[in-house]
């Protein structure tokens, strides 16, 4: 029999391990297969568009950073590289405070100032807290080389409010956690690394924007998407994977060691049938690949258990746009702490990507569901959408009745990283050595975005693909029926 790689789960990560691994030379000369399993009756994961009347709906995640090139080298890989488009160019970003929108300062990294002049202007800091910002400027840098909140180091260098109305609301965005709890050497240890290069972080982003400025005309836009939505990424994987075997509505039941180690695995799937794979990759959410090793790898297993996930979800909504007063001139806006508001950002895709919308249509998604806040999610629809209106009539006036809505929860789909992230990825590394043949990957664990996805799929199935190779070809049990 040739060697076999099994990957469980379906998702960004699962579909680009298995296309670096049906593109790798050496697995296509060693006639390695390739399996993909996934519970859902999908491919794709949280990477869902819908076509809904003409406009284009993102369920999940509407676009990838720019500046981490992994998710566009494998649109361009699988055809899709003239579809990649930028976010409409010149528009605001606005921050919910106090009762009104405002304009977020021109030119913020990570919610770090790379423009003096802005941040003087905005009106969403105090004279005073604007002192305290710049106070950075002269602190010293932090001397301890543990790992410490996100929250903690902006507030330590740049003050509360910068945290609670500039830094927070991006940054925790992202993860759909709370910044006080978020480690920064696992979510953006680029921070740590200005703090230790350059002491004022204001000096670092300052620094930064230079240095691009010298290399590239014009601002370069910080997020991408396709033409077609991001389903389009999925679809053409789909289409690039043909020869792998792609088992869908599948669940996998158990996973046995098919002898001493590295020896491979037994795959037991339901309806009674089996995989048997010479390597395993796991691109699960890390309490479902918990729940699989604990039999074989408690270690490996029990700190899998303590990276937690909270619940999401996304409410979209279409406007006529003749009904709306608000001019949408911008990409969205964010929720500063504190707010009673239920959602935690909103986003006018009609303005912020092309083709989303007939032009008489204006197409608002907002998001709801955070660490410390995730009750909401569990609303039904009708509550869901009630709430949302209420918030974008409170927000931006709009009295409107939608013509659509569309709903989409994500439970137990958005991983966090508490400090301490980093010390429980090192531990896991070390507690796999002694399972070898066995890989984990997905957001879970180095990078919750498509481009981190698609590196740790790619890298994972790599190193599978060497245990693989170096094996010793003996005699092995046939394949079980799938």
């Known amino acids: 029999m040739s060697p076999h790689l099994v990957i469980v789960g379906g998702g960004i990560t699962g579909l680009a391990a298995a296309h670096a691994l049906v593109t790798d030379s050496r697995a296509r000369a060693a006639g390695v297969r390739c399996t993909l399993v996934e519970s859902d009756a999908r491919l794709g994961g949280k990477l869902l568009t819908e076509r809904i009347n003409g406009c284009l709906v993102e369920n999940g995640p509407d676009s990838f950073l720019s500046t981490k090139p992994w998710a566009a080298d494998l649109c361009r890989r699988v055809g899709l590289g003239e579809r990649i488009v930028p976010t409409q160019p010149g528009r605001a970003v606005y921050v919910w405070h106090r009762g009104r929108l405002h304009p977020l300062p021109e030119g913020m990294a990570f919610g770090i100032p790379t423009r003096i002049g802005p941040m003087v202007r905005t009106r969403l800091l105090s004279p005073v807290e604007k002192l ?83 290399h590239q005309r014009g601002p370069a836009p910080m997020f991408l998407s396709l033409i077609g939505g991001l389903g389009e ?25 098919r002898g001493g180690p590295g020896a491979g695995f037994l795959v037991a799937l339901d309806q009674g049938s089996a995989l048997d794979a010479d390597a395993l990759l796991l691109a699960t959410p890390a309490y479902i690949s918990a729940g699989l090793l604990e ?20 409410v979209t909504l279409a406007f006529r746009r003749a009904d709306l007063a608000h001019p949408l001139d911008g990409h969205g806006f964010v929720v500063a702490r504190g707010s009673t508001l239920a959602i935690t950002a909103c986003t006018w895709a009609s303005s912020k990507w092309p083709h989303r919308a007939p032009p008489e249509i204006a197409l608002i998604r907002c998001y709801l569901g955070r660490a410390g806040r995730e009750e909401i999610v569990g609303e039904d629809d009708d509550r869901l959408i009630a709430a949302v209106r209420a918030d974008l009539r409170t927000t931006m006036g709009i009295e409107a009745s939608p013509l659509f809505a569309r709903v989409a929860r994500w439970f137990g789909a958005m991983p966090q990283y508490p400090a301490g992230h980093p010390e429980r990825l090192t531990a896991i590394d070390a507690a796999l050595r002694e399972v070898p043949g066995l890989a984990l990957a997905g957001a879970g664990y180095r990078g919750i975005g498509i481009p981190d996805c698609v590196r740790q799929g790619a890298e994972a199935a790599g190193r599978l693909l060497g245990h693989i190779l170096s094996a010793p070809r003996d005699s092995r049990p046939a394949a079980f029926g799938s």
């Open 295 to 314: 039999p074989i790898a408690p270690a490996v297993s029990a700190t899998l258990r303590l990276i937690p996930y909270v619940s999401t979800a996304a």
């Open 233 to 257: 990424m999925v679809a053409a994987l789909e289409t690039a994977l043909e020869g792998t075997v792609m088992l869908t509505g599948r669940t996998v039941r158990r996973i046995t060691p």
């Open 132 to 214: 305290r910002a710049a106070a950075d400027l002269v602190l010293p840098r932090r001397r301890s080389p543990g790992d410490e909140t996100i929250g903690g180091m902006l507030r330590r260098r740049l003050g509360d409010a910068v945290v609670d109305r500039l830094a927070g609301p991006l940054l925790g965005g992202i993860y759909a956690g709370d910044p006080d709890a978020l480690s920064v050497r696992a979510t953006f240890p680029l921070l740590a690394e200005w703090e230790a290069g350059h002491r004022s972080l204001i000096l670092a982003a300052l620094g930064r924007r230079r240095a691009r400025e010298v």
